[in-house]
């Protein structure tokens, strides 16, 4: 089902943003576009501006510079003529003249002597400096350091009083010694004359040519009030001595000047070419106007077609989309949404018909939905209820609602009448529905030719249709006009038909016919969900017992408990190992059984927690515990095992616990058998076999009373070894049950008389007898009950000590014969009375170490005693031994 519109907008799911989207990738790249041809033309007219400066200011560097390397050629000439050298004031005349002839802008030329007095001086007048110290000056100590001509930084003379720049030239003799200087005064006024010419094409632009000395000053520039001064304050004073560069600087005002620098290698100086970056960048920002004008206009251009194609596409298709999610989700949305709508159901072009055909759209999915809802609710009731007859009434009246009709039944076989009989209406009359019985022959009935056809009948006027003549009176009578018969299909129920009737004629349409047919598909389901149930029932019924019933006779104890914990199921055995009853049992969680079978464990809680481990693991596992119980100690096996359903999940967990005592004790009485039959017969063996040998002896001659010796010796251990094997025998036959009786009337006293007289070893005390006189005689198997006496007596003897005495006492007591052999011994501790009676179990005592035997007689006693249907058990006594045993008086029948 739809829901609300998230708002978070993904324009994978957004027309709008789709659009928005593919006109920035149309704009975006143009304005981009746009935006670097501007970056790009701004670069290279500023970089054309820059690079015009850049060659004026060459061009002017170039020509000062040649200027300046004539003036050095001039002064290093003079350096050598021989009136210089000498100081001949006619000869440096004559020559300063020509000099000054041929230079119109040298106003001054003069020689200084080493100590820096003025010696001659051209033109003399009008004033004159010779004799003037100069020697303070910077030329002449730059001079007194340097083989090359050097040039000053500008200055003001002293003798023409005017500004000026002095390329200066040392004069050395042959031996390198300093002689003097001869020097020109360069007039700064004709290169400033240059400046101005050069500036004056370029008015009134604010364009200005300087050239800077080596300390910076200004000594040419258009405006002779700035010569000797610093270059404008605020501008970048670093330019000197650099590399030509073109930069923008600000000067105090704040303006910004475009500075193009180029040096003049040959005097250190540099030419400075300034002007307004407003100026100079006039074109270049107008175009950069332009462009963003252009762009501007644009992306206006742009933002006004997106903003009608917003409100004229965009918005309604939102408004369309958000109606079409509303259907079928909220009424009352769909109301406003609805609403909304309705502006644009009036246009003319296509999203007018498109809002026109969603609303229709909109209206028929309501119907369908509400068809479907109905059809939904119908199959939720068949699925979840087994009561067949709610179904079918809960289908007639959904069908009513959503066809429109005035009646609805459905007719199915009734087995007992074998007649098509109502089972559920809606609109009929009770008399109807009590009356109508329909022939599965009828050849004309709608019902019958849609149940043999598989096929909806329909009648649309039963007053004109000819196949409906016969029934007419039925109609007429119920007050109907047209029906419509689907038949219900269903395997394993009676075949059945739904009806629907309409009090006018009525054709039914391809879409009426489908629903109908729905409705009959659920009824169908319906009826045989009721008839598989009821199938099912019984054969689960009786599975479930049989399952229970082999779970309950199981000889292990079974805990079968769901992933909770729960107890699901525990058979007979695992309520008698925990000692519970079944009510009780499953009350209790299953680990709160398994705590109780572990609770006579050694460690209860270290075990109980080992197992709750062990049946949380999904691979089964076993475990053995030693457990005390009230019976005795037991030994308990544990299985765990997972419980899955057919696909494998786990469902629950499972445990068996086998009961491993009878087990345990057999194989103790296999390893006992074992070891004591190969000690007993191993000594009288060895005992035969070596008297024997020795009478055998070919080198020895024995006399007649130690050959008799020898003999008697191995007839004792022959007669040993014999009652060993009747008593292996005799156990055999009581553990198999095969123990046959040669029951015989026989009286008590003699059988214990003969007991006491065959008895070896015989008591040392001897015994004393207590036998009523009065017993009858007992129907008994005189050679088994007088075995068991004899052993009695036997045991006495040996364990209870040379010196002890034995009382044989024998009275009737509940229609019982109870016979007591008791000695004045050690006695038997009283926690192994209970085993004292098991096969080849002999107590560790002191006596009974020093005494062989097997560990079989009270065991053989016990089953000859039993098997005359009485009991022997040991009695309580305060020193010595008491055994009892009961015999019954009366003879045993033979039925």
Not at 367 to 387: H, I, P, Y
Not at 503 to 515: D, I, K, N, Q
């Amino acid at each position: 089902m739809i829901g609300r519109p998230s708002h978070r907008i993904s324009i994978r799911r957004d027309l709008g943003l789709q659009l928005l989207a593919l006109y920035l990738l149309f704009v975006g790249p143009i304005a981009l576009a746009g935006v670097l041809f501007d970056a790009v033309s701004r670069q290279r007219l500023e970089a054309d501006v820059r690079a015009a400066d850049l060659a004026l200011a060459r061009a002017i560097a170039l020509e000062s510079n040649d200027a300046l390397s004539r003036a050095i050629h001039t002064v290093e000439q003079l350096a050598l003529t021989s009136a210089v050298r000498q100081a001949d004031s006619t000869g440096m005349e004559s020559l300063f003249a020509n000099v000054a002839l041929a230079r119109p802008e040298v106003n001054l030329i003069y020689l200084l002597d080493a100590q820096g007095i003025m010696l001659f001086h051209y033109p003399i007048e009008p004033g004159s400096t010779v004799g003037v110290d100069f020697s303070f000056r910077e030329y002449f100590q730059q001079a007194l350091q340097s083989e090359h001509a050097v040039v000053s930084r500008g200055r003001v003379s002293p003798t023409t009083g005017q500004p000026v720049a002095t390329t200066v030239m040392p004069i050395r003799d042959a031996q390198g010694d300093f002689l003097g200087v001869v020097a020109t005064n360069l007039k700064l006024e004709s290169l400033s004359e240059t400046m101005a010419a050069i500036a004056a094409d370029f008015e009134p632009s604010g364009f200005r040519v300087s050239i800077l000395d080596a300390a910076g000053q200004v000594i040419a520039d258009p405006d002779p009030r700035a010569l000797l001064q610093p270059l404008s304050p605020g501008l970048d004073d670093d330019l000197l001595g650099g590399p030509s560069t073109s930069s923008i600087g600000v000067d105090q005002q704040g303006d910004e000047w475009l500075l193009t620098y180029v040096p003049i290698p040959s005097a250190g100086w540099g030419v400075v070419v300034q002007r307004p970056a407003a100026a100079a960048f006039a074109s270049v920002r107008a175009f950069h106007q332009g462009m963003l004008l252009a762009l501007a206009a644009f992306l206006g251009g742009g933002l006004l077609f997106w903003l009608i194609l917003n409100r004229q596409l965009i918005r309604p298709l939102a408004r369309l989309t958000g109606f079409s999610q509303a259907i079928g989700v909220s009424p009352e949305e769909l109301v406003s949404r609805r609403n909304a709508l309705t502006p644009l159901t009036r246009r003319r072009d296509q999203m007018g018909q498109l809002s026109r055909s969603l609303v229709h759209m909109e209206e028929v999915i309501e119907r369908r939905l509400a068809e479907l809802s109905t059809l939904l609710e119908t199959g939720k009731a068949v699925v979840s209820t087994l009561d067949s007859q709610a179904v079918l009434d809960i289908i007639v009246d959904q069908t009513i609602r959503l066809t429109r009709a005035d009646r609805c039944a459905i007719v199915a076989l009734d087995p007992a009448s074998r007649a098509f009989r109502i089972q559920a209406s809606r609109g009929l009359s009770q008399a109807y529905t009590d009356r109508l019985r329909i022939d599965p022959a009828e050849p004309n009935s709608p019902s019958m030719r849609a149940i043999r056809t598989g096929q909806p009948i329909q009648v649309t006027d039963t007053e004109e249709d000819p196949t409906y003549v016969e029934l007419r009176p039925r109609s007429r009578a119920e007050g109907y006009r047209a029906l419509l018969a689907v038949p219900l299909t269903a395997q394993h129920a009676p075949p059945a038909a739904l009806l629907v009737y309409y009090g006018e004629p009525h054709a039914f349409t391809e879409r009426e016919v489908e629903l109908v047919w729905s409705f009959a598909n659920h009824a169908a389901m319906a009826i045989e969900n009721a008839a598989l149930f009821a199938h099912s029932d019984v054969r689960l019924q009786e599975q479930t017992r049989r399952l229970e019933a082999l779970m309950e006779s199981l000889a292990d104890g079974l805990i079968l408990e769901d992933l909770e914990g729960k107890v699901l199921f525990c058979n007979r055995r695992l309520c008698s190992l925990v000692e519970l009853g079944p009510e009780a049992a499953r009350r209790l969680p299953a680990s709160g059984l398994r705590s109780r079978l572990l609770r006579g464990a050694e460690k209860p809680a270290e075990a109980t927690a080992r197992l709750e481990q062990a049946v949380r693991l999904p691979e089964s596992q076993t475990l053995e515990w030693t457990v005390e119980r009230s019976e005795g100690e037991s030994s308990l096996r544990f299985h765990t095992f997972a419980v899955t359903d057919a696909r494998g999940l786990a469902i629950g967990h499972g445990l068996l616990v086998q009961d491993r005592t009878r087990d345990r004790e057999l194989d103790r009485m296999k390893d006992s058998l074992i070891a004591t039959v190969s000690h007993e017969l191993r000594t009288p063996l060895a005992a035969i076999k070596g008297y024997a040998s020795t009478l055998l002896a070919d080198d020895v001659r024995w006399d007649a009373p130690s050959q008799r010796e020898f003999l008697t010796i191995i007839s004792q251990e022959t007669d040993r070894l014999s009652s060993l094997v009747s008593d292996l025998l005799d156990l055999s036959r009581i553990e198999a049950g095969t123990l046959r009786l040669a029951r015989q009337p026989c009286l008590l006293s003699d059988l214990v008389q003969q007991a006491i007289q065959r008895a070896r070893p015989a008591p040392e005390g001897g015994v004393r007898l207590e036998v009523d006189s009065a017993l009858p005689p007992l129907h008994v198997d005189r050679r088994q009950i007088e075995a068991v006496l004899r052993n009695l007596i036997e045991n006495a003897a040996k364990y209870a000590g040379s010196a002890c005495s034995v009382t044989i006492t024998a009275a009737a007591e509940d229609g019982l014969v109870v016979v007591r052999v008791i000695d004045d011994g050690p006695g038997i501790p009283e926690h192994s009375s209970a085993r004292v009676f098991e096969p080849f179990v002999r107590l560790d005592l002191p006596l009974t170490r020093q005494t062989p035997g097997a560990g079989l007689g009270l065991s053989i006693c016990r089953g000859f005693v039993r098997a005359h249907g009485g009991e022997i058990w040991l009695e309580k006594t305060i020193r010595g031994t008491s055994v009892a045993v009961s015999l019954p008086l009366e003879e045993p029948s033979l039925a």
